[in-house]
């Protein structure tokens, strides 16, 4: 039988692995996870919406839907502990840029159910300027280097 002080301390080591992963990312992978994490929030975001449109709206498959977007994250997160950590093999923006994908394919779907408006190229749009001001960071990092 679990009891409560066990899933206590499985939820605190978990987090404290989560927090100590975080630390150790690169800025790439955080730029990525930041993607990530804002696709996440919009797709909840046009989830509720439509559901609120179509009259459907239900704590049920909110709750589901979220649970769901909290096991992806943890499971993006281990296998880039494992995988980096363990195997020496660097998958985390590959797996972390599918997720990406796939929240992007659920939001359009999400924004064409609720509107009848495809949001396609805004996206395209918004992963072009990304990568604009990446590589700005990455040049403004690099003249720091070379100034000092």
């Known amino acids: 039988m679990i009891n409560k002080d066990d899933i206590l301390t499985f939820l605190i080591s978990t987090a404290t692995l989560v927090m100590t992963y975080l630390f150790s990312l690169t800025t790439d992978q955080k730029m990525v996870l930041i993607m990530f994490l804002i696709l996440i929030y919009l797709d909840v975001i046009s989830g509720v919406w439509k559901a609120i449109v179509k009259k459907k709206i239900t704590s049920e498959k909110y709750l589901a839907g979220l649970a769901f977007k909290i096991v992806l994250l943890l499971c993006i997160l281990f296998l880039g502990i494992f995988t980096e950590r363990v195997l ?61």
């Open 88 to 148: 020496q093999i660097k998958t985390f923006p590959f797996v972390a840029l599918l997720a990406c994908v796939g929240e992007i394919i659920s939001i359009r779907e999400n924004v064409m159910e609720a509107s009848g408006k495809d949001i396609l190229h805004h996206f395209l749009h918004a992963a072009t300027l990304l990568k604009r001001i990446s590589k700005t960071i990455k040049d403004d990092a690099s003249t720091r280097k070379d100034n000092e």
